[in-house]
């Protein structure tokens, strides 16, 4: 009887101890919840501030996204687009020059023919001549006294070979036939065994190649009109 | 000497809980169930003790049982969204009433027993003298 109550005794003063122990470990606790209440609250609301925040940022950054790889897709056209039109601006130029619309200047050389006095003048046909030979040797750019070869070219006599038209416009010697190309291919196409040149020059008439490294000949004044063409 | 076991250990749970280290707050709602089981659990066993029908097995299940159930409940109900935890609050205080009042009815009863015993004795005595007196005067 007295060893029960004893044990008794003791395991109510070990209960009472456990619950102090714990009671007041759980006073302190909630003490210091009045602030960290506060801060669970701010925590919390911080945090579905934070959320908030987050799906927006997302939401944003797809709409920049998106944008910019519009952006990207407008540079890729514009950048085709400026290719595009550079291209054909080249075309367009080169067409220019093989048409004889533009200015060109290159290495070439120069043919000056002036007839002898007293005798048959130099003719359109011998100019036909000159001009077919330095455009089988490869001739870029020809002009007759400034008046440029294009393919619309006429080189006629007029009364009889009293005068030459070129283009529709009269010129007069001496002509000074400016040639692009090759100059000993161009020389070599005019001068030698068969040459037109040489051969006008032993006609009497004075014929001088010169050879120029840098010659300019001027674009075609004149319009290339089409009617018939559709 | 109950009461003394109760007092020492109390006082030597405080002086121990205020140097225990700060739990975490998550927890302290589970603790708090555990501590209501616990205190039924000691009212409860003070209530038996003076009913003289405590018995140590029965005690030390109670207590931990309880307060490991209460805990258990607690958990269950914050999974469930269900506030569990107030029915348990609801039957260990209402519990704890039921102790308290069998405490508080054996000691007035006590007190009450003590109260009646002296006035008793008084007149006891207050009759003796008057018939001593009276025997005197005879």
Not at chain 1, 33 to 43: A, F, G, K
Request: aromatic share 8%; hydrophobic share 45%; glycine share 6%.
């Amino acid at each position: 009887m007295k060893k029960g109550k004893i044990a008794m005794t003791i395991t109510i003063g070990i209960a009472c101890f456990a619950l102090v122990t714990v009671m007041t470990m759980q006073f302190k606790v909630v003490n210091e919840t009045d602030i960290m209440e506060i801060e669970n609250m701010q925590e919390a609301e911080l945090k579905t501030e934070l959320a908030n925040w987050k799906s927006r940022y997302e939401e944003i950054d797809a709409q920049y996204q998106e944008v910019t790889q519009r952006i990207e897709e407008y540079k890729n056209d514009e950048e085709s687009n400026n290719e595009a039109s550079r291209l054909v601006q080249e075309e367009l130029e080169q067409t220019n020059t093989l048409l004889g619309l533009t200015d060109v200047h290159g290495e070439g050389i120069v043919i000056t023919l002036k007839s002898k006095e007293n005798a048959s003048a130099i003719s359109a046909d011998d100019l036909l001549i000159i001009v077919n030979a330095l455009k089988f040797a490869g001739a870029e750019a020809i002009s007759i006294n400034d008046e440029r070869i294009i393919n619309t070219t006429d080189i006629v006599n007029i009364l009889d070979g009293s005068f030459v038209k070129i283009n529709g416009q009269r010129i007069l010697e001496p002509y000074v036939i400016k040639v692009i190309g090759n100059q000993s291919h161009m020389e070599s196409a005019v001068t030698g065994n068969g040459g037109k040149v040489e051969e006008l020059q032993t006609l009497g008439h004075t014929a001088t190649i010169e050879k120029d490294n840098d010659i300019t000949i001027g674009k075609y004044n004149g319009e290339i009109e089409t009617k018939y063409i559709e | 000497m109950i009461f003394i076991a109760i007092l020492i250990g109390c006082i030597l749970g405080a002086i121990l809980g205020l140097n225990a280290p700060m739990i975490s707050y998550t927890y302290s709602s589970y603790l708090a169930i555990a501590i209501i089981a616990a205190l039924d659990s000691v009212f409860g066993g003070i209530a038996s003790v003076i009913k003289k029908n405590f018995d140590l097995k029965i005690f030390i299940s109670g207590f931990f049982g309880n307060a490991i159930l209460a805990i258990l409940l607690t958990i269950l109900g914050q999974k469930l969204n269900v506030d569990i935890y107030l029915a348990a609050i609801v039957v260990f205080v209402w519990r704890m009433f039921m102790n308290l009042g069998t405490i508080r009815r054996y000691y007035v009863e006590k007190w009450s027993d003590m109260i009646k015993e002296k006035t008793s004795k008084k007149d006891v005595k207050e009759k003796n003298k008057t018939e001593e007196k009276q025997q005197e005067n005879s």
